[in-house]
C-alpha cells in the first residue's frame, strides 16, 4: 500500500512539474494531421462558383437571355430528364457546366439520357454509384467541343470526352446519313433527338446511359458484361487519381488519434519507470 503511494507520488510531481511534456502532446497532434488538407479532393472547389450564381442573376434580371446557357434550365424545359438533373446537381457538374460555359471560347455536346433511358439500367446500379462515380459518368456524356449533327461525320475515333482519355474513356461515332451511332464498347446507341443547339452547347438526346468501359474493366481481362446485367459493384473510376473519400479521412482522422492515445500511454509509462527508479535508489 505504502509503496503504491510511494511509486505514485514521483508521477504526480511530474504532472505537476511537467504541465508542459503533457500539453505538447495534443499540439503535436496537427503534425500526424497534416496530410489532411493537402488530400483534399478537387469537388470540394465547385461550391465556390455556386456562390458566384445568384451574383449573375442579380446582374441580368431585366437584360436578354446574354451569359452562358443554362443546362439545367434546357433539361427542364425537355421534361423527360429529371434523372439527369439530379445527378447533375448532385455531383455540382451543373455549375461546373455554366462556369465552363461563361468562357465563350470554350464548348461543349452533351449527350443527354432519358429518365427511360435511366429505367432501363440494372435497378439500385446507380444510386450504387459513388459521388465520384457518377461524376465521372456523366463527364463522360460530356465532349469538350460543340459537334453540330453534320460535325459527327467527320470525328475521329476514339473521342475524347470530359471522363479522360480516351484509352480509359473511348467513345466512338459513327454516321450513316443522318442516323448518329455511339459505342462506348458497353453500349450502343443513337441520337434520337436535338434538344438544343446554338454555336457553343449542344444538347442530344439519347435512349440508353452511355456506360463508360473503365466501369467495367477489371484487372483480370474478364468479358465485360452486358449493359442489362452490369456489375453491381464497379471498380472506383477514380483509380489512380487517388481523390480520398470521405471515409479515408475520418480512418486518418482516427489513425492520429491512436498516435496520440499511444504516445500518452508511452509517457505514463515512461512516468511509472521513472517512479520505480527513484524508488530503487
Ligand atoms: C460569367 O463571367 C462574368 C465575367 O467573368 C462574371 O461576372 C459572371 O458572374 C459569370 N456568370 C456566371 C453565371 O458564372
Ligand atoms: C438555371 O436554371 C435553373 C432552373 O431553371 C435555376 O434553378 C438555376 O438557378 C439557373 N442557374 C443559373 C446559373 O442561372
Ligand atoms: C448504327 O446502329 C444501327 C442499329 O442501331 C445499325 O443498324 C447500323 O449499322 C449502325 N451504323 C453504323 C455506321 O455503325
Ligand atoms: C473505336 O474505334 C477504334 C478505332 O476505329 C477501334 O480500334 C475501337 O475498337 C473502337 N472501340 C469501340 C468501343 O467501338
Ligand atoms: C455494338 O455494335 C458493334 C457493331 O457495330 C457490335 O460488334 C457490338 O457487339 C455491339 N455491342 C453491344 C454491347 O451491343
Known amino acids: 500500500m505504502l509503496k503504491q503511494l510511494l511509486s505514485t507520488f514521483p ?26 488538407p493537402a488530400a483534399q479532393p478537387p469537388v470540394a472547389q465547385s461550391p ?47 455549375d461546373e457546366i455554366t462556369i465552363k460555359l461563361n468562357d465563350s471560347s470554350q464548348s461543349l455536346t452533351m449527350f443527354a439520357p432519358t429518365d427511360n433511358a435511366f429505367g432501363k439500367l440494372k435497378k439500385g446500379i446507380l444510386n450504387s454509384y459513388t459521388d465520384q462515380q457518377k461524376f465521372q459518368l456523366i463527364k463522360f456524356h460530356l465532349i469538350p467541343s460543340f459537334l453540330s449533327l453534320p460535325a459527327f461525320q467527320t470525328v475521329s475515333n476514339p473521342m475524347n470526352t470530359e471522363a479522360g482519355s480516351n484509352d480509359q474513356y473511348p467513345i466512338n461515332i459513327t454516321t450513316v446519313g443522318n ?45 465485360a458484361p452486358t449493359p442489362s446485367k452490369p456489375e ?38 515512461a512516468g511509472f519507470l521513472i517512479a520505480a527508479l527513484s524508488l530503487c535508489i
Open 232 to 269: 453491381k459493384k464497379a471498380p472506383s473510376p477514380s483509380g489512380s487519381e487517388s481523390v480520398p473519400t470521405t471515409d479515408n479521412v475520418a480512418i486518418t482522422a482516427s489513425s492520429a488519434m491512436r498516435v496520440i492515445h499511444h504516445a500518452l500511454n508511452a509517457m505514463i509509462f
Open 11 to 36: 508521477l504526480l510531481l511530474i504532472f505537476l512539474c511537467c504541465p508542459t511534456v503533457f500539453a505538447q502532446s495534443p499540439a503535436q497532434a496537427p503534425g500526424a494531421q497534416s496530410p489532411l
Open 48 to 94: 465556390l462558383p455556386a456562390a458566384q450564381a445568384p451574383v449573375a442573376q442579380s446582374l441580368a434580371p431585366t437584360t436578354a437571355p446574354s451569359g452562358p446557357p443554362n443546362i439545367t434550365a434546357i433539361l427542364e424545359k425537355a421534361r423527360h430528364f429529371t434523372t439527369l438533373i439530379r445527378v447533375l446537381k448532385s455531383t455540382k457538374l451543373d
Open 179 to 223: 442516323q448518329v451511332n455511339i459505342s462506348t464498347g458497353i453500349v450502343n446507341t443513337t441520337i434520337s433527338g436535338t434538344i438544343y443547339s446554338d454555336n457553343q452547347l449542344a444538347v442530344y438526346q439519347v435512349d440508353k446511359v452511355l456506360l463508360p468501359l473503365y466501369f467495367f474493366v477489371t484487372p483480370s481481362p474478364s468479358p
